[in-house]
């Protein structure tokens, strides 16, 4: 009972803990401490606070392992707490302040009514307009939004290359990238597989500003072309097809359109991944990370009219649209999958 006890208090005190976080990556105590460390008082000088209060702050941060305190109360970054500097290569700040921020905070009242009255998006519900139009007119927010993405997009790209590790590219020659974003991920598989030439296939907005995009960083630029497009409409000719963190976010009959148009652009024997988090069965463990299907299966209900998905379930969807389901390649973790349907 003391053990079940401990586990539900913690679940309960989880948002402040997480809280405490955002606030330390919103006053900048993070990248204050980026290039070595400082005393509590120097850098609230420096972040223009009180001093008291932040060292309090900062202890806390200290508990939980994302600074290290001393004996005079002078502070420096864990591998953790690195992860939240701007400049990390690898930074989770832009998901901190996303997923902790005034936004999405406000989401959680609605959950009880729309699981009472059945419907999703509590984004619309709470400023009434779905959240890519809000983000198009509140640029500093849709900022913090594609910041977060694009942490999520380094991981993936990690995630995808391991999973395909052992997979045979021989017989693809152009890989379609649909709603691939500024391309990293694309753009990483075309690095590592010189032969393949790829397209991106994105809304306007997302690849106006050249400076953004992948390709040409990461030296593959005469090899990657970016389209613009509607992905509920036409896509490019393409050997395969690449949709990634895409259909979770639309119910079965937008991915069925999705996935018809690519069916109606690709060859025979074309191929098409679904990249997603594959919702396991009842008897696995939860995993506690960033990537639990389970988990973010609620955050789809409160941000669109999608959902986290088994794999009979993506099974389903790919058949219903043309396609014949092959197999399906995970890396080591299975955070996420990537399911191959094949064009007959």
């Known amino acids: 009972m003391e053990d079940a006890c401990t586990k539900v208090i913690d679940l309960i005190f989880g948002r402040k803990r997480s809280q405490m976080l955002y606030v330390g990556v919103t006053l900048g105590v993070f990248d204050a401490l980026a290039h070595g460390p400082r005393s509590a008082a120097s850098v609230a000088s420096v972040l223009d606070v009180d001093a008291d209060l932040l060292y309090r702050l900062m202890r806390v941060l200290g508990s939980l392992e994302l600074l290290h305190e001393d004996d005079i109360q002078t502070f420096?970054?864990?591998?953790?707490?690195?992860?939240?500097?701007?400049?990390?290569?690898?930074?989770?700040?832009?998901?901190?302040?996303?997923?902790?921020?005034?936004?999405?905070?406000?989401?959680?009242?609605?959950?009880?009514?729309?699981?009472?009255?059945?419907?999703?998006?509590?984004?619309?519900?709470?400023?009434?307009?779905?959240?890519?139009?809000?983000?198009?007119?509140?640029?500093?927010?849709?900022?913090?939004?594609?910041?977060?993405?694009?942490?999520?997009?380094?991981?993936?790209?990690?995630?995808?290359?391991?999973?395909?590790?052992?997979?045979?590219?021989?017989?693809?020659?152009?890989?379609?990238?649909?709603?691939?974003?500024?391309?990293?991920?694309?753009?990483?598989?075309?690095?590592?597989?010189?032969?393949?030439?790829?397209?991106?296939?994105?809304?306007?907005?997302?690849?106006?500003?050249?400076?953004?995009?992948?390709?040409?960083?990461?030296?593959?630029?005469?090899?990657?072309?970016?389209?613009?497009?509607?992905?509920?409409?036409?896509?490019?000719?393409?050997?395969?097809?690449?949709?990634?963190?895409?259909l979770h976010d639309w119910n079965d009959a937008e991915c069925h359109q999705i996935l018809s148009t690519i069916h109606r652009a690709a060859p025979q024997h074309g191929r098409v991944w679904i990249i997603e988090r594959i919702v396991p069965g009842p008897d696995t463990p939860h995993v506690a990370n960033l990537f639990d299907a389970k988990l973010f299966d609620i955050l789809m209900i409160m941000v669109s009219s999608g959902r986290e998905r088994t794999l009979e379930e993506y099974t389903g969807l790919l058949e219903g649209a043309g396609w014949t389901y092959r197999q399906t390649c995970y890396p080591a973790s299975k955070m996420l999958g990537v399911v191959e349907g094949v064009k007959a």
């Not at 959950?111 to 009472?116: F, G, H, N, S």
């Open 76 to 246: 420096s970054l864990t591998p953790m707490g690195a992860l939240l500097c701007t400049d990390h290569p690898h930074t989770l700040r832009g998901v901190a302040l996303w997923e902790e921020g005034p936004e999405s905070y406000a989401l959680w009242k609605h959950l009880p009514a729309l699981i009472t009255e059945g419907q999703q998006n509590a984004f619309v519900r709470e400023f009434g307009q779905p959240a890519f139009a809000y983000m198009a007119q509140h640029p500093s927010v849709g900022a913090i939004f594609n910041e977060a993405m694009s942490s999520y997009s380094s991981i993936d790209t990690r995630l995808v290359l391991e999973a395909l590790e052992p997979y045979d590219f021989s017989g693809i020659a152009h890989l379609c990238h649909v709603g691939g974003g500024h391309g990293h991920t694309l753009c990483s598989l075309l690095g590592k597989y010189p032969a393949l030439i790829g397209t991106v296939l994105e809304l306007p907005p997302v690849i106006a500003k050249p400076e953004l995009l992948w390709a040409a960083k990461m030296g593959v630029g005469e090899r990657c072309a970016y389209v613009s497009g509607d992905m509920f409409r036409e896509v490019p000719p393409a050997d395969a097809y690449m949709v990634k963190r895409v």
